[in-house]
């Protein structure tokens, strides 16, 4: 049994997925309890094929017995073990805290939003399983459509937002698709390892680097690089606040992984330091979705809207990091995978918290909220402080290594945009605080207003235990950051 | 907008006829695509999975696993489509 | 050079019919349209991958049973026709599918909230508030 943990943890999920609409019509309410037993024993594999791997290095498992590249293969290194256990660890959180936001906004969809809600992790934690290029496209797509359905039934505006999504979404997916078939007639092998082995000798084709072209075209739309980013303000937007906390830390970090597998471990490094400017585009990429982010950031009035596009200035960072290229920025970019989704499951649940109580996610909602949920402030706060860089959260360690390989590389702009946007950070959160302190109102108003708002009116337990627990969370990543990066992260850097 | 897209499908049209002029020949039965693993299903098939169907055999036994992802597509689009399109409750 | 055309104008057919639905998928300004274009430029990746598996004289992947009803006859590799990419495009068929319909539930809720398929339209509408 012990051995076949990589298969469970794709596997429970999606044949448990079957049955969530059959115990939704027996009693709604279970449909909850049945996801959080699903997600758990998908946390007990991760974490148990985590340690396995630091022990002993990497699991293979051959689905139905065949030998890659005969069959279809699961291949998990540290880099993957890390990757699992994130997604399914951020999953069981936000199933934990869905369920008095899902009965407040969507009282008569509960059964197939929670069936929905267990495909789509389904999908991440096959995406990142995986080591054959086709199974990945197909789990990429259970992963997108039950994305886009989950997010067409949030707000007024939605679906025009989903469509928008699926369009864009398709292309993507569709010059993932093709990129796959131009390395297939080239080397004639759908499997990761085999077509690494294969490539070597093919580096002067020009199928192969336009095979690179279009694989890292598809992947740059799914993970929102600025300017294939217009969908993702308004589609993570107007989502239901469950959808939000669940998609927007895990699709795009998700996406990275898959860039860094398919640049660094199929196609290996020597073809784009010898024949293509991919590094360079790629730092330039990241410097211009940094700033981009931080800037239209600044301009927003909505509180989640700006959420997203402190996303995208993320994903920018990752970006960079891979794109400079030694080891140092390349741990960094890793640290801030796992960095980045925690911090922003972290501003999420409490954009869900905040929309659960007043209805609307807007800046000002946040009047006076120091006094009314203190303890879902303080969460806030941690975030926030994470995202700007303040140490022991983890945001100031994977920024320092950030910052260190530009140093290294000697991209000085880079660098002058990792520290520009944390000054905005610095800026943005500030704002939010200060209307939740309550300085912006005149000292008289104030006066009148302190009798009436005198109780607490906190989030349920239900949501306010997951995000103490993400801010606690936040803090531990970061005071040990160094166990982690000697355990696992070393190991799972990409051989350059 | 209109005009970016043009120029966009061209460059894209560009880049990806750029890549064919490598490509081998149509129905060349020496393509790497057809003498690297596709041999071994070929000649395996009726041993392994006593199916003469060689489709059929790569479909439900040697890459199983995308049959079953590819059913869990239709199940979740079936979701999606319920969860979207059901007309609410009467009260 | 007349060679190289006949041996690679299939490849840029399907390429020519990709930036169709491409274009359809961007400029056009009704939603059912966009569908359409999105509907082309997926099948013509599918048309990608079946041309890749074609040989020369050879038939479809199904062993042939022997005269006296025992066996199969020697597989001669060159007589059958490459089995892996019509299987991956089954997959690929069937997820086109669920997208299209995902797609065309999307569009009857915008239809019911707007009354119109007309991006400019609904714009108009979304800006009068």
Known sequence: MVEQYPILIVAIPLIGSVFCPLIGRWKKTFCYYWTVLLLSASVAGSIHTLFQVIAGGTVYYHLGGWPPPVGIEYVVDHLNAMMVTLVSVVSLIVAIYSRPSVEKELPDRIIYFYTLFILQVTGYLGIVMTGDLFNLYVFLEIASLAGYALIAVGEDGAPLATFRYIIMGTIGGSFYLLGVGYIYITTGSLNMADVRELLPQLYESRVILTAVAFLTAGLAVKMALFPVHVWLPDAYTKAPSVTSALIAPLMTKISLYLLIRILFDVFQHRLYMEMLPISSIMVWAGVIAIVAGAVMALAQTDFKRMLCYIVVAEVGYIVGGLGLANETALKGAILHILNDAVMTLGLFTVAGIVAYKMGRHDLSDFKDMFKKMPITMSTFVVGALSIIGVPPTCGFFSKWYLVHGAIIAEHWTFLAALLLSSLVSVILFFRVIEIGYGFASSHAKHAHEGDAMTGIDEAPAEMLIPAIAVAVAILLIGLYNQTILSKVIEFGVPRL | ?91 | MFEFICDHYNYWAYIGLMMIGFYAMMTKRNLMKKVIGMNVFQSAILFFYISMAAKDGATVPILEHAHNGHGYLPIDIMQYVNPLPHVLMLTAIVVMVATLGLALAIIILIYRRYNTLEEDDIIMQLRRG
Not at chain 2, 39 to 68: C, F, I, K, Q, W
């Open chain 2, 1 to 91: 907008m209109k005009t970016l897209s043009i120029i966009t499908g061209i460059i894209a049209g560009a880049a990806l006829i750029y890549g064919t002029l490598d490509m081998p020949k149509w129905a060349n039965p020496n393509s790497p695509a057809s003498t690297h693993v596709s041999p071994y299903y070929l000649r395996h098939s009726v041993e392994d999975t006593s199916t003469p169907n060689v489709v059929t055999s790569v479909l439900a036994d040697y890459r199983g696993y995308d049959t079953l992802g590819e059913t869990t597509v239709v199940f979740t689009a079936g979701m999606a489509c319920i969860l979207l399109l059901r007309k609410r409750g009467r009260g």
